[in-house]
């Protein structure tokens, strides 16, 4: 199994979606990427019609997203998706049937990961609620990386109504290298800094 750090970017404005925030479904795909550590290679996935090769391509795998349980999986899989914690108690095991198949693979979700051990909350307990805990991916990766989004997702159905899919690629992928380049940071320093230069600390005797 690979691990695959992974982006969406939606095609529609959640404004003109019916059913707004609780329909990612019908916000469609405007464009994915997908960053391959085990291979140290990028793919790239383009409007609406590449969803199924996209399913496929994360099919079986190990998902590191970024807020990916709460948005990502569901704009992919749709809110039907399954969902339970798997017996590592870190992670997700995702699953939904697409064209005749079953689909599944194990999500870590970082921003999860930080609130659950921020708040002190179980993982479930977190799943799927707000948390203002200082730790949108832009705010943690100035902190942490002296790095920054280039854009801010809203702007994405914009650039793609547009046709601007070089930008709207460029945006998706920083996404993608800054969560990447988290992921990193978090497995070596056992910690994270949010933007109100609190330490959440995951090294032995961390609080």
Not at 176 to 203: A, C, G, P
Request: with cysteine.
């Amino acid at each position: 199994m690979d691990r695959l750090v992974y982006d969406i970017e939606t095609a529609r404005e959640v404004e003109k979606v019916k059913g707004g925030w609780s329909n990612p479904w019908g916000m469609g795909i405007a464009s994915a990427v997908v960053y391959s550590l085990d291979k140290d290679r990028y793919y790239f996935f383009l409007h609406e019609k590449s969803r199924s090769k996209l399913i496929n391509f994360l099919n079986g795998h190990n998902i590191i997203t970024y807020n990916g349980l709460n948005f990502d999986s569901k704009v992919v899989l749709g809110n039907d998706r399954g969902i339970k914690l798997s017996e590592t108690k870190r992670t997700f095991m995702i699953s939904g049937d697409h064209d005749g198949k079953k689909i599944i693979w194990r999500e870590l979700d970082l921003y999860n990961k930080l609130v659950s051990k921020y708040t002190g909350k179980s993982v479930v307990e977190i799943l799927g609620k707000p948390f203002n805990c200082g730790i949108s991916l832009n705010k943690v990766a100035e902190v942490n990386l002296g790095i920054s989004k280039t854009a801010n997702g809203a702007l994405a159905p914009v650039l793609y109504s547009d046709g601007k899919y070089d930008q709207l690629l460029e945006y998706n992928l920083q996404d993608v290298r800054i969560t990447t380049r988290l992921y990193l940071f978090l497995l070596d320093k056992k910690y994270i800094i949010n933007e109100r230069k609190e330490i959440i600390d995951f090294r032995k005797g961390g609080k």
